[in-house]
């Protein structure tokens, strides 16, 4: 089993945890929580379908093989009267920039995981476990003291 689907249903079981229950909410609220795990639900299976489909070879072949084209062709284009920044370092510039572009998008093509780049999925969903159970701890303590 996925752990995001864990995760989620983990969460749920926390949602349903207090309805019916003298400090909790009622029955008719949980329609609102459920449409809403549905569409996390939901956005979690177009992330791992996004994740699980790379981008085709060819696309990737071509745009590098674009880019050192470019890198190549383009100080051949300048006229040599433009002297040693224009034809050798604004090149350099330019092409260092648009492969710091190609290594960037390169480590963002899979914003799921464990390396630096990565978005920390599994620390989110905690912290939201955590803040709905915190929620709840506090709801059932506040209930007592207002009756």
């Given at each position: 089993?996925?752990?995001?689907?864990?995760?989620?249903?983990?969460l749920v079981d926390l949602i349903m945890m207090p309805v019916d229950k003298?400090?909790?909410?009622?029955?008719?609220m949980i329609g609102f929580f459920m449409s809403r795990m549905g569409e996390v639900t939901n956005h979690?299976?177009?992330?791992?379908?996004?994740?699980?489909?790379?981008?085709?070879l060819a696309y990737l072949q071509h745009c590098r093989v674009l880019l050192f084209t470019y890198a190549l062709l383009y100080p051949m284009?300048?006229?040599a009267e433009g002297g040693v920044f224009e034809n050798v370092v604004m090149p350099?510039?330019?092409?260092?920039?648009?492969?710091?572009f190609e290594?960037?998008?390169?480590d963002l093509e899979n914003p799921?995981?464990?390396?630096?780049?990565?978005?920390?999925?599994?620390?989110m969903v905690h912290s939201l476990e955590v803040s709905?159970?915190?929620?709840?701890?506090l709801s059932e303590e506040g209930r007592d003291e207002s009756r």
């Open positions: 089993v996925p752990l995001p689907k864990l995760l989620s249903q983990l003298p400090w909790g909410m009622p029955q008719r979690m299976e177009e992330l791992s379908r996004l994740v699980s489909q790379p981008l085709p284009s300048v006229g350099l510039i330019t092409f260092a920039t648009l492969y710091g290594l960037l998008a390169a799921l995981g464990m390396d630096e780049m990565d978005l920390h999925l599994l620390d709905a159970h915190q929620a709840f701890n």
